[in-house]
Every structure is written in structure tokens, then in C-alpha cells.
């Protein structure tokens, strides 16, 4: 038991104990970034557990099992130098911990580092408290047993740190549920207090971020217009938008609608109150956290049921559930946008043909109404005439002539990795790595095949498709096998994607599979060509790596 009336004693137990906790709170960074991407919800926490086989928990049993033994060890060897091994020994906790961070720090690329907003620091804050709670009990635990210093106990703190990070979060709870309230609560007021804003909300499985962005050009050629960052869809990206960015000059407000779960549109409608509508297209994306195409459809629809009868609504009429939703719409002011030569007209629709792709991009004849003009855009893909038509529509509604929509068309640049490419002369990238769907990658291909060269896809696959998770992904090899001459697979789903290559024969050395980004790019420089253009298709976000 250590003698807490010397003073030198009882500083160096406190400051070990402060010391301790706050590594083992920096040791959490992986379980905080996980729970961060999972939108704070512990479901997506575990599901990244499972995916990665536990491995962090291996992990931390290690760092706990190395820690112990090597304290342990130091001070029965060490003995006679009493004190002074003591707290030498002791040092063995933080050696490891500082270690295991750097390693782990190093050994992974992180696509979406973890953000220190504000809930991550209060949350880090409760983290230390429950870290040093555990660091006591263990040390008063070790202190009750004879012949074993206590310190050593301390080692075990690594082991808890998946339970403490997660048991903070609950804590945090109610206060983070008061603190969003308030802020959708502002947010709400802001947007309710511009009487003549225009709302426009949208939403789809594909293609928002890309829809917002034309839209808004277009837009703004008439409108002073606001419209979410990035792929700001969730309701705090959303009161972040409308909390700094609009003000009393704002006449347009376009809002990118994310979900993942049942209920998450409609939480995003009550804030907005949009006016007006927009689905851009209804796949099978996060399939798996909806849990069936019946409830993600239905959660889609919502933004439309959420609108007055005097809202307008826009639809993707070359997605077959948008089309659907489309004749399900009981507003009479509704639109949907099609390839005029592929569809039968419809009175309400807006229209494209006479379209020509190339690798620098497309030209259509777009017509709204009776009107008609030639549009030109540098945006490559098949699905872009339709993205164009889709927005322009909305637009053209809104009073922008068809001239603007196509001076505006001109302008529009590629959105970073979203079929961005980069011209490095001998080899060209097409960087596709926010697109994650099975069209999206299909369209990609499409794209990769207008370049000559020796044509190489770099992929992870399709993910969050639950049971259709295989099929998709067996179904992506077939069409990779069509257009790609080298496929460079880098996940766990690299059985499904290879099977499918090798169905429709491509030739197994021509199929790589990498342990991960890293490692692909290094077999990536490998293949020897005079010329390469290089598909990165859908780079997966870290918890579900």
C-alpha cells in the first residue's frame, strides 16, 4: 500500500494518474473517429468492429498485455533499486501508449480524419474523467495485493478504452440531443424569418451533391443564392449553412438531404420547409442501415410528401423509383427529365437529345416547354445531359431564361472526386472516389473507356448493401470486366468483384488484390504501360474499411 503522508508519494500517484488518463483518451482517437463517421451512432461503431474483425480490440488487449507484463517484469527485476524502479517501471504505461499511437497514426490513411468539433472535445472531456476513474480503481486494486506493484495494474486501462469512449457518449447524450435541438431550433428561426426565401430541398441515393452544385449555378445567374458545402446533408451541416451563410440578400436556399436510417429526411424537412423538391435518383445505397428498399424508398418519398399543395417537384425520370415516385406525386406542379430518345414524352417533362460524349465532355439539345438551346458542358459521364435537364428544369421554373441555364452549363467545373480529371500526360486520372453506387461506377467505366491507354480500375467495391452486397459487387466485375483492362480491388469484397471479372473472362493476372489504398497504389506503379489512365472508383470512408 503506497504511504500517501509522503507527500513526493501521493504528487507522483496524482500525476500519474492525470498523466495516464489523458493517453489513454488520446489512445481513443480510432473509436472517436469511428463513432464520428457513424453519425454518433453506436450501431455504426459496431458495425465497424465486425467489419475490421475487432481488430482494435486485439489491439488494445496487446497494448494492456505488453504494458503489465513489462511493468511487472521491470519491477521484480529491479527490485532492490526500490523506489527508483518503481517509477521507472511505471513509465513502461506511457512508453507503449505514445507508441501505439504514432504507429497507429502511420499505419492507416485516413480519408476523413477525425474533426475536433466542439462535441468531440466535450466528448474527450468525459473520456478523461471515466479514463482516470478506472486508472484509480485499478491502482487502489493493485495496492490490496502484496508482492505486486501497483502500477502495474494501470496497464489494464487500455483495455478499457472501446467501453469508456462509448459509456461518455451515452453520458453525453442528452446534452448533445438539447444542444442539436437548439441549433436546428435557430436555424429553423432563421430560415421561418426570410418570408420571400426560396427553399429547395434535395435528395436521392446519387447524384446530390453534383445536382446542388449545377443548380446553384444556374441559379445564381438570377438569384443570390446560398446552397450547403461539400457534401454538407445532415441537419447540423445544414444549421452550420444557414447559421453562417445566409443573410438578409439570401433569396435561394438549396439544402442537400442526406439519410441513412427511416426519419432522417423528414427531421431535415421540419427545419428547412422547403417549397420546392428534388429527387435525383433511387438506388440501393446504405441499403444495409435502412434495412429494405421498401423503408429507403419511402424515407426518400418523404421529402416530397413534406411539401404544401402548392410545392413543386422535380424527378430523375431515367431512375426507375424516381419515375415511379414521380407518378405517384399528387402535386400538380411537378416535372420530370428524361432522354426525349429513350422516353415517351410527357406534357410535364423537360427534355434531352441529340447528345454527343467525348472525353471533354458533352453537347445536347436541351428543351423545356417549346423552348430549345444547345448546351455544352466540360462535366464528363452519360448521366450528366439528364443531371443538366434535371436542374435546368428547376431553373427554368424559377424564371432563369434557357440562355443563363446555358452559359451556366458552360461554366460548370468538375466536382472534386466526382469524376474529376487530372491530365498528368502520360498517364490520366479519373477520380471517382465519392461515387458509390453500382450505375455511378457503370457510368464511370463508360467514361475510363473514351481515353486510350492501358485502362486500370482501382476499387474497394460497393458497400452498406446488406444482402445485396454480393450480388452488386459480382455484378461490378462483369461490367469491369467489359471496359477495364487491369482491375486493382482493394477489400473485402475483392472475392465477389474478382468472380464477377472472371464470369465474363477477364484474365485472373489481370485482376490485383491489394490490402488496402496503400498497398494498391504501389502494385498500381507495377503494371509497365506507355500510357495509363487510371479509374479510382469509390474510395471508401474509414469505418468501413
Partial sequence: MPDFSNSSILMFYIIYTILAAALTTAASYKIMQMLQLGSYRVKGLNAWFKMSKYDYIWRYFALS???VVVMVVYIAAFSKLAELAHYFGALAFFIFGVLFIIISLKSSVQKTPLKLTKRIWRLMVVSLILNASVILALLFIGAQIPNIDYYAFSGLAYLAIPGTTILAHFIMLPIEILIKKSYIK???????????LIKIGITGSFGKTSAKNVLHKMLEKKYKTVSTPASFNTPMGICKTVNELLSDETEVLIAEMGARYEGDIIALCDMVKPQI??????????????GSLEVLYKTKYSLIGSLAADGKAFFNGESENALK?????????????????LHKNDENAAVYYDV?????????KLKIGGEVVDIKTKLLGKHIPNLITLCASVAHNLGVSLDEIALAAKELLPVKHRLELI?????????DAYNSNLDGVINALEVLSLFEGVKIIVTPGLVELGKEE???NTQLGKEIAKYADYAILNSTLSTYIKKGCMLNSMGEDKIIIADGLKDAMTKLEKIEAARKVI???????DNLK
Fill in 470 to 472: 454480393a450480388k452488386a
Fill in 65 to 67: 498485455f505488453l504494458s
Fill in 277 to 290: 423538391g428534388i429527387i435525383t435518383g433511387i438506388g440501393n445505397q446504405h441499403l444495409e442501415t435502412f
Fill in 325 to 341: 415516385m414521380y407518378g405517384e406525386c399528387p402535386l400538380e406542379n411537378k416535372t420530370v427529365a428524361f432522354n426525349k430518345e
Fill in 535 to 541: 479509374l479510382f472508383a469509390n474510395d471508401l470512408p
Fill in 186 to 196: 435557430k436555424a429553423a428561426r432563421a430560415i421561418g424569418d426570410k418570408q420571400n
Fill in 423 to 431: 491530365d498528368n500526360g502520360d498517364t490520366i486520372v479519373i477520380d
Fill in 356 to 364: 454527343k460524349y467525348d472525353k471533354n465532355g458533352a453537347k445536347f
